[in-house]
């Protein structure tokens, strides 16, 4: 209700109140009342449309940048008309924006052609079209305010995901370090150089069981060695359309793309090789490679992503495994909790591959109002598992796992 109690609205029933007494009254001076009321309406009615007439604009803007970065929009406004043009003020709305922003410029005067540059934020990930520009005036008394369009929705906009700091990430077991594109892992059963004896897990071989070190401890030991191989990382994203669990920026699926650009970014600066692979309603699939140029098509793959795929993450992840690399370190997205089985599964040792596990805690992304516990690291096993909630700071999470 209200929007109806305006100025405007006033002047329109002050005007026929006016009107209808002095009808009735016969007074001159109430007459004059009216015709005054009635001239400030009407003026007020007519002059900011007046002011939007004869004004074009242009833009130039770019059509790649970085999520949470603005977007300088220049803008050039022509007054096709006789007389100046007071008080316009711009609009331009967030491409892809979930709820509305946009940012505003007053001009206080529009002689002949008048530049500004309008810096838009983009917080949301994709391939946005930058909507209308729009021109609002409520000259000269602001009783009344009329709106036009200047531009047309623009060209598209690729909005990739933002990085961030990554300073440690668990490529490697226990305190092997790798060199320049070769990565040192950890495998059970493996071969090459011993490290230790440890207990049995399924997927070892029996072929390496420790027979002294079992009888010592009455259960079955087996001798872990150092394998050392070409490094080789897989970022599994699941694309399921039920797995992505929030709202706008604030979803598991935007959590997910935001870490697998960090640690695309931080492998390939490491000399690793990197793939990138999800099995939406088509096929996300970047082959391994390496390299500043390799980190920035995996960046740009990321910024299209979308969870819209019917596949399970358990049967993404086997049609996963026939893909990666014997001895490859895979990264693993997943929204519901986890158990013990799911972070050692022994599909995983038949290709001695090790996974890194990326939990989302969903309930936190449907009730973000609810504080509980922050980001949390543990291993189970060998594996290490990190637990994301809405809201972290994930760079201090992966640093805190250093």
């Not at 650009?261 to 390496?290: D, F, I, K």
Request: with cysteine; charged share 15%.
């Amino acid at each position: 209700m209200q929007r109806h109690f305006t100025l405007r609205n006033a002047l329109i029933a002050l005007s026929l109140l006016l009107f209808l007494v002095a009808w009735n009254r016969g007074i001159a001076l109430l007459y004059g009342l009216f015709a005054l009321v009635l001239a400030v309406l009407l003026v007020s009615l007519a002059a900011p449309r007046f002011s939007l007439r004869r004004l074009n604009a242009e833009r130039t803007y770019p059509t790649r940048l970085n999520q949470g970065e603005l977007l300088p929009v220049n803008i050039s406004v022509r007054n096709g008309g006789w007389f100046p043009r007071y008080l316009i003020e711009l609009e331009q709305a967030s491409p892809g924006y979930v709820e509305p922003e946009s940012a505003t410029v007053l001009l206080p005067s529009i002689q002949a052609t008048r530049h500004v540059t309008l810096d838009v934020p983009c917080e949301r990930r994709g391939l946005h079209a930058l909507p209308p520009l729009l021109a609002r005036s409520g000259y000269p008394l602001g009783i009344s305010e009329a709106v036009g369009t200047l531009c047309e929705a623009g060209p598209e906009i690729l909005v990739y995901p933002t990085p961030f700091a990554l300073d440690y990430f668990p490529y490697v077991s226990g305190a092997h370090m790798p060199v320049a594109g070769v990565q040192a892992v950890a495998l059970m059963g493996g071969s090459h150089e011993f490290i230790q004896v440890r207990e049995y897990q399924p997927g070892d071989s029996p072929r390496h069981i420790h027979w002294p070190q079992t009888a010592r401890h009455n259960t079955l030991m087996v001798r872990e060695h150092e394998f050392t191989a070409a490094a080789e990382v897989t970022l599994l994203l699941d694309l399921h359309h039920a797995a992505d669990v929030g709202e706008g920026v604030h979803t598991t699926l935007e959590y997910a793309v935001k870490i697998a650009a960090s640690v695309a970014q931080h492998a390939c600066a490491a000399g690793h090789r990197v793939r990138l692979l999800g099995y939406g309603a088509q096929t996300l699939r970047v082959p391994a490679g390496g390299g500043r140029a390799h980190a920035e098509a995996i960046l740009d793959a990321l910024a299209y992503v979308q969870a819209d795929g019917d596949n399970n993450y358990e049967t993404a992840i086997r049609q996963a495994l026939v893909e990666v690399a014997h001895g490859s370190v895979m990264v693993l997205f997943h929204s519901p909790p986890h158990t013990a089985q799911q972070a050692e599964p022994p599909l995983f040792f038949a290709r001695h591959v090790r996974p890194v596990w990326i939990h989302f805690d969903s309930h936190s992304f449907l009730n973000p109002i609810q504080l509980g516990r922050r980001a949390a690291f543990e291993r189970v096993g060998d594996v290490p598992i990190y637990t994301i909630r809405r809201g972290d700071d994930l760079a201090a999470v992966f640093r805190a796992s250093s």
